[in-house]
């Protein structure tokens, strides 16, 4: 689309050399089309957000925070003897987040540490509880309507096992490939009948 576009201007602009304004501004809508960049439209913090939405379980360990979360936060905080909510220097910022690791076994993920920057962010941070459950896990443990059920488990087809329409398939040329390492143990595989080589 590109070539086609730059072989018309430019044979535009062969046949229009007698008129210089309009070869001028062509040229320059060719320039600002070509140099045109795509435009930011989100943050560090809408790219978050839009991971946190899709619910997967993420490298993280589970925490609940206590409920002296706070208190405790302010005492590491006090014990290293910080003046202000502001984290200062790197040095400063990293000895009281391992003081805080140190004291509720829970650390800040490197992707978070940047936003850190107050005593006050540490403190929502540790407040804030990380659930690691997996959200089809999470429906095993709520309690669904009678006309709605979840199957966890799937079916494979086998001719040899399945006799409920005593081992006919709705798609005779097609095999079932159990292909992961995890489920050979746990489904069987079949191999369907082919007409042809």
């Not at 199957?151 to 159990?178: C, I, M």
Request: net charge positive.
């Amino acid at each position: 689309m590109l070539l086609v576009y730059f072989y018309l201007v430019t044979s535009v602009m062969a046949t229009l050399r007698k008129t210089s304004i309009l070869v001028g501004s062509l040229q320059r809508s060719f320039a600002s089309a070509a140099k045109a960049k795509p435009t930011k439209t989100g943050s560090i913090s809408a790219v978050g957000e839009s991971i946190a939405a899709k619910g997967f379980l993420r490298p993280l360990k589970p925490y609940s925070p206590p409920k002296d979360a706070a208190e405790r936060i302010r005492t590491v905080a006090a014990s290293l003897q910080l003046k202000s909510d502001q984290l200062g220097s790197l040095s400063e910022k990293f000895e009281f987040l391992n003081a805080c690791f140190q004291e509720l076994q829970h650390g800040v993920p490197n992707s978070e540490v940047h936003e850190l920057r107050t005593i006050s962010d540490v403190i929502a941070f540790y407040q804030t509880a990380v659930n690691t459950t997996v959200p089809l896990d999470a429906l095993k443990r709520v309690e669904l309507p009678e006309n709605l059920h979840i199957q966890y488990e799937y079916v494979r087809f086998n001719p040899e096992t399945d006799t409920k329409f005593n081992g006919q398939t709705a798609f005779p040329k097609s095999s079932t490939l159990v292909t992961g390492l995890k489920y050979r143990g746990k489904y069987q595989g079949h191999e369907a009948k082919r007409s042809w080589p």
